[in-house]
């Protein structure tokens, strides 16, 4: 399972294909096959088949407008949540470290509650009034937790920037149960299920919407790997080698909180993802962050798309809400792997 | 080759968008550094010696340029280290700390390959060729045998060898280290000593040493600066620099100074509280 070699890093581009060759293709598959399952079996074939008009395939309509958004949905939260994840945890140099520890998950729940308890009804660009609200919350915990951090115009510390963040979120949580307090009662239901986290979204409008948060923050990934693997040494170390810490820390922040902020305005804070799916990767891949990013990404979107089908199925017609499941798997095969490949 | 020139330093509010690290106890305090010149002459190892607090980590990280001076300036090669861009400045000069803790399970080819990093271009991977430089510089520190090895599972003598070879594989003519020994054994303490002695006459690497370990700084050191209170007390040739008259004023120790018969160099014994 292990794809690191004791020969070390001539054989690096190689690990690299094969470990986003290898997740790629898991993604994709999950994909195609988890819209096939769901009450009415379809047939891949079928949804393929060119032979009669969109309009007459019934299979081809039920894969691509019934079931296909929530896949993609999926695909985008989980895969986003897991890169947050890790990104987070090489920052904060902390494995305990998420996409919600700096209150950026709280954010987007307040100002998502906020939206429902005002009633607010407003469509911009094909988005709807809670989850553009719950964005603008995600981005305005982040700003808060930076602004603290950084008040005294120096670099930020991480042990500032963690404890602001949880602070931050404990607050944020308490304003939010304050709102939950005094709405009434179908709010606060509607405000509930949010929280719980559904990948069932309307069509592919909010999709197309969330991902242009999320394309801008993985060009801010994607110059992140090699810089986290010095960070996760200490500032003053990657300092020494040469990294420019401060611009770091802001690529970082500034895209790990507009990935995170994205995934949880499109689903709600679906938990677990960000947190156990970096850990899984580093133990299959190793501790380069030039290989753990990518894979948490692609592992991501096929975890949670995997996660999701079981919600939507397990016991259907009812629909679980998919934070539930995503604990339920992923706690016993994380402790599994934890302690069958401990040290 | 680097010159440090009436060079003052307080943990004042910084520059804004200059990095300053923060979080550590010894950084809170109003260390300073006031008005202190030297220079660090090619191929010599210079010891920054002094009792805790008297700025010797303080007056390391100006030479490194993680810090600017408030007042004066460090020049390397005449040129002003502050003015120097991060990777430039990483590939003139190397850190060793104290002590390196990773997060993740990182081999120790791994770590050492990450000296590489000033040298290469965003998005390059390292080559054969920096696979060569790491795999020289484990063999440099005697840790070639555990490149494979996670890092976190080695001993504390191990992490530090392999520490130093990373800072070798970075290139670097000058070598900053800061309490490379204080926190291993006696043994580890003398095989690191011995080590750094051996890179300098082997390979002429530059070296500014902080410690307060006065017995390392005499066996390895050929020059010395002494710091009480963030000022130079005493610098020189080491022989001409630890003498008791100085260790009484840098110390607050009273000391016996002798060449050792059966070490055959310069030795300081304690004696007791000044």
Redesign the interface.
Same mark, same amino acid.
């Given at each position: 399972m292990t794809l690191s070699l004791p020969g070390g890093r001539s054989d690096l581009r190689r690990r690299f294909a094969l470990t986003v060759g290898g997740f790629g293709a898991l993604a994709a598959a999950a994909c195609l096959f988890a819209p096939l399952v769901g009450s009415t079996r379809i047939d891949l074939a079928r949804v393929f088949d060119r032979s009669q008009p969109f309009s007459a395939n019934v299979d081809a309509q039920i894969f691509f407008v019934a079931r296909l958004p929530r896949v993609l949905a999926s695909a985008l939260v989980g895969g986003s949540l897991a890169a947050a994840g890790a990104v987070f945890q090489a920052l904060l140099r902390n494995p305990l470290a998420s996409p919600d520890t700096l209150g950026v998950s709280a954010g987007a729940a307040l100002g998502a509650m906020i939206a429902i308890v005002v009633h607010a009804d407003f469509v911009v660009l094909g988005v709807s009034a809670v989850p553009l609200a719950g964005f603008a919350g995600s981005i305005g915990a982040l700003a808060v937790v930076y602004g603290l951090s950084t008040a005294r115009q120096r670099g930020t510390s991480t042990v500032t920037l963690l404890l602001a963040g949880v602070v931050l979120s404990a607050l944020l949580s308490a304003v939010n149960a304050f709102v939950q307090y005094v709405a009434d009662f179908a709010e606060t239901y509607q405000a509930v299920r949010w929280l719980l986290g559904s990948l069932d979204v309307a069509g592919y409008a909010p999709i197309a919407a969330a991902s242009v948060p999320t394309a801008i923050a993985a060009v801010g990934f994607a110059t992140l790997p090699r810089v986290l693997n010095l960070m996760s040494l200490g500032s003053d170390a990657a300092a020494a080698r040469g990294v420019d810490v401060a611009r770091t820390e802001r690529i970082a922040l500034v895209s790990a909180s507009l990935a995170t902020g994205a995934a949880v305005s499109l689903a709600g804070p679906v938990s677990f993802v960000g947190i156990i799916v970096p850990h899984l990767v580093r133990l299959i891949v190793g501790a380069d962050h030039r290989l753990v990013l990518p894979a948490s990404a692609l592992f991501g979107a096929a975890f949670l798309i995997g996660c999701d089908l079981v919600a939507r199925t397990i016991i259907a017609p009812v629909q679980l809400p998919v934070g539930i499941v995503t604990a339920i798997i992923g706690g016993p095969f994380f402790l599994w792997l934890l302690f069958t490949r401990a040290r | 080759m680097v010159r440090i020139d009436n060079v003052s330093f307080s943990y004042g *509010?910084?520059? %804004?968008?200059?990095?300053?690290?923060?979080?550590a106890i010894d950084d809170m305090r109003p260390s300073v550094v006031d008005g202190v010149s030297f220079e660090v002459r090619r191929g010599t190892i210079l010891g920054l010696l002094g009792p805790n607090g008297s700025g010797k980590t303080t007056l390391l990280r100006l030479v490194?340029g $993680?810090l600017t001076p408030k007042v004066g300036r460090v020049t390397l090669d005449g040129v002003d280290v502050a003015r120097l861009p991060? =990777? %430039? #400045? %990483?590939?003139a000069? %190397?850190?060793v +700390?104290q002590e $390196? =803790? $990773?997060? !993740?399970? !990182?081999?120790v /080819?791994? /770590?050492v /390959?990450?000296?590489r990093? *000033?040298h #290469?271009r *965003?998005f390059e /991977?390292?080559g +054969?060729a920096? #696979?060569a430089i790491a795999r020289d510089a484990l063999a440099a520190t005697g840790t070639l045998a555990l490149?494979?090895r *996670?890092f976190s599972?080695l001993s504390g003598g191990e992490k530090q060898r392999v520490v130093i070879a990373a800072a070798l594989a970075?290139a670097a003519d000058v070598l #900053?280290l800061d309490e490379p020994t204080a926190s291993l054994d006696l043994r580890f303490q003398i095989e690191i000593g011995a080590l750094l002695r051996r890179l300098n006459r082997d390979r002429g690497t530059t070296m500014v040493l902080a410690t307060h370990d006065l017995n390392l700084a005499t066996a390895i050191c050929t020059d010395m600066v002494m710091l009480r209170a963030g000022r130079v007390a005493a610098s020189g040739p080491t022989a001409d620099v630890v003498t008791a008259a100085n260790i009484r004023a840098v110390f607050d120790v009273d000391a016996d100074v002798q060449v050792h018969p059966r070490a055959g160099r310069v030795t300081v014994i304690p004696i007791g509280a000044g």
């Open positions: - | *509010p910084a520059k %804004a968008g200059h990095y300053v690290r923060r979080g490194g $993680t991060r =990777r %430039a #400045l %990483a590939r000069m %190397a850190v +700390p $390196t =803790r $990773t997060t !993740f399970e !990182f081999s /080819l791994d /770590l /390959l990450m000296g990093y *000033p #290469l *965003p /991977l390292e +054969p920096d #696979l490149e494979s *996670p599972t970075q #900053l």
